[in-house]
């Protein structure tokens, strides 16, 4: 059942980073044609600003699920790493607690916030409602959100060394990040390699 929602998670985020990938993109290709356009054609083109503000919006929060799967983001380590193990995996634990629970603030009032969007309109693009640029929000949260819960049987591991999941012996971080306290027995699992 972990293998399954392991590969879930893996092509769910694969997904969401060519998403990203393509936001970036699509942002570069429309800030060149736009620098064309205005200085060497002198006929600007509004509507590519918008449009590359809206890639970038979507360019992060699809990019958000291979942060975390890659230890990529912010932490401050030094609690972490003077605790003992026992207090590691309670810190663990609070640590993706409280990742989901910004992550689950993001999903509803990033709906919320989209489907007030619905009546606004993209200046140079009057056609095109605002709700695709703010559903850029729920959407990277839900791939976030599988991007955590397919490791619902360890915790999040907040230190510089990888951002995996160590539990019970299971650690299923980057394989050449390993955690100082992962000790891999005979009965220990290394997963997602």
């Known amino acids: 059942m972990k293998e399954t929602f392991l590969k879930i998670e893996k092509a769910t985020t694969g997904f969401s980073m060519a998403a990203a990938c393509a936001m970036l993109v699509v942002a570069s290709s429309l800030g060149m044609f736009q620098i064309i356009m205005r200085f060497v054609l002198e006929r600007p083109a509004e509507w590519t600003e918008v449009l590359i503000r809206f890639s970038l919006i979507w360019m992060v929060f699809m990019g958000i699920p291979m942060a975390f799967r ?39 009032w990033g709906w919320d916030y989209a489907n007030r969007g619905k009546v606004q309109s993209m200046i140079g693009l009057e ?27 360890g915790v999040l591991c907040t230190h510089h060394l990888g951002c995996g999941f160590y539990w019970l012996g299971v650690y299923s971080g980057h394989p050449d990040r390993q955690p100082e306290h992962a000790d891999f027995g005979q009965g220990d699992v290394l997963l997602d390699q």
């Open 70 to 108: 890659q230890g990529a983001m912010v932490s401050v380590d030094v609690v972490y790493r003077w605790s003992p193990p026992g207090v590691k995996r309670v810190l663990d634990f609070v640590v993706t607690l409280a990742a989901l629970s910004l992550i689950f603030v993001t999903i509803w």
């Open 127 to 153: 056609d095109v409602s605002m709700f695709w640029a703010y559903l850029a929000l729920p959407v990277g949260g839900l791939f976030s959100v599988i991007r955590h819960v397919s490791h619902h049987g």
